[in-house]
């Protein structure tokens, strides 16, 4: 049932800003919040139009945000293979997105989307790169309305090096998406440049002013390998996140992914312009790339949000497997136990969101009654060091469910998977890769 005005979840032990509450039930109707009591208010039966799910033994929390990915990728998966990043983009990622046809990118999206439905996203950010065409880009949205979870499409661009775009063709269309999808409640667009040394500096500034204008954001990968950041330094003189700011690209409305190689001069400008740090750290891991002073970002109040990256670089989109390694990485490299909390990295998974009334219904059912998270001393430990995308049991959006008893109720799996797995051959053998 995926059409309920109102729901209401009973038993629920639930996710609150100052700690849990347990055997609360929440009211929800026309997609937001309406109420959270702590007692069984709703014993009589469910209503026609109405639904009355039991979340006993599961802990409900906010839907988690993928902060960064690239879903094309889920048809390049496990293929970084020790390659360092620049390598294996140029060798494998490229010629690949090259070939990708229009039917074959709405099969890697809705699969990349329904992934991260089954792991209890509720809100994906897409650094879509196959725009050849817009159908490309409408098939991503076409599969993102499909599935039902959240989807900003960031819309990548280049103008400089290996195939630049004209920069009026890339304004046009960035201006036609944002133009035409103002009133979507699933599917929003941002502005994509995929990096700075491969941008310019008055097209950068003209798309983020663009992105201001309709209460959108700019979404580029910056100071992600060592390498880059020395592109940077020999073409402008100054680190990434400097010249971003010294170019008027460097506000509320960015977003920062990666930032591991970001010096504290870096750190002060991020914290002074209230950007966001969309931090990614079992691709940084996988490629080789370092790790991103991510303690640093919060004691200065940086906001930060989880990203899986593509599947051709994590390999996968289990954002409970990313809160682990982000907890892992960051207590690791600074050899202190506390450098990272459970509760801290809950709140960069979740994008800080809350489950209070008036809010958007998304939230998911956590199932911690099984072999790897019991016994449950501590809720927070147990979500993010023991639960995995595998135990997410309901997801919800915008008041809609889309997953209950860990079944997706809107598209069948099994035949996704047989249609994905025929086309994926057919571009291997186009690219070169089977013969």
Avoid at 34 to 46: A, G
Avoid at 138 to 147: F, L, N, T
Avoid at 155 to 168: F, H, I, M, T, Y
Wanted: aromatic fraction near 4%; include cysteine.
């Amino acid at each position: 049932m995926t059409e309920s005005t109102r729901v209401i979840i009973k038993n629920a032990n639930l996710f609150q800003p100052k700690g849990w509450v347990s055997s609360a039930t929440v009211e929800i109707e026309a997609g937001l919040i309406k109420s959270i009591s702590s007692h069984d208010l709703f014993s009589i039966e469910p209503s026609q139009n109405e639904k009355i799910i039991d979340a006993k033994g599961k802990a409900v929390i906010p839907g988690l945000v993928n902060g960064h990915t690239h879903l094309s990728q889920t048809f390049m998966r496990g293929l970084a293979n020790g390659r360092p990043l620049l390598q294996w983009l140029r060798e494998l990622i490229w010629p690949l997105q090259a070939e990708i046809s229009v039917e074959e990118m709405q099969l890697a999206a809705l699969l990349g989307l329904t992934e991260n439905l089954r792991c209890g996203v509720t809100e994906v950010v897409d650094h879509h790169k196959i725009t050849k065409t817009r159908n490309h880009t409408a098939a991503v949205q076409k599969a993102a309305e499909s599935v039902g979870v959240r989807c900003v499409i960031a819309r990548a661009w280049v103008n400089k090096g290996k195939n630049p775009e004209n920069d009026q063709t890339i304004l046009d269309e960035l201006n036609d998406w944002y133009e035409s999808n103002n009133s979507s409640e699933i599917v929003k667009f941002a502005s994509g440049p995929l990096t700075p040394w491969r941008c310019s500096e008055d097209l950068l500034h003209s798309t983020h002013q663009l992105s201001v204008k309709h209460n959108s954001f700019t979404h580029i990968h910056v100071s992600e390998t060592k390498e880059e950041v020395q592109m940077s330094l020999d073409e402008y003189g100054v680190n990434p996140v400097k010249w971003l700011d010294q170019i008027g690209v460097l506000d509320s409305n960015s977003q920062i992914v990666h930032a591991v190689w970001v010096d504290d001069e870096e750190i002060e400008l991020l914290s002074a312009r209230d950007a966001t740090v969309v931090h990614c750290p079992i691709s940084n891991a996988v490629l080789g790339s370092g790790v991103a002073p991510v303690r640093k970002f919060l004691d200065r109040n940086i906001s930060i949000r989880l990203g899986s990256d593509g599947p051709a670089s994590n390999d996968t989109q289990d954002c409970f497997e990313n809160m682990k390694m982000a907890i892992c990485l960051a207590r690791a490299t600074n050899q202190d136990a506390n450098n990272l909390s459970c509760r801290e990295a809950l709140n960069m998974a979740t994008g800080s969101n809350e489950l209070i009334p008036g809010e958007k219904a998304d939230l998911i059912f956590v199932d911690l009654e099984n072999l790897h998270t019991m016994p449950v001393h501590d809720i927070d430990s147990a979500l993010a060091l023991c639960a995995k995308g595998d135990d997410v049991d309901t997801v919800i959006v915008a008041g809609k469910v889309l997953m209950q008893n860990k079944v997706i109720l809107n598209l069948d799996e099994n035949l996704l998977m047989k249609e994905c797995n025929h086309a994926i051959k057919s571009l291997r053998k186009r690219v070169g890769i089977d013969s």
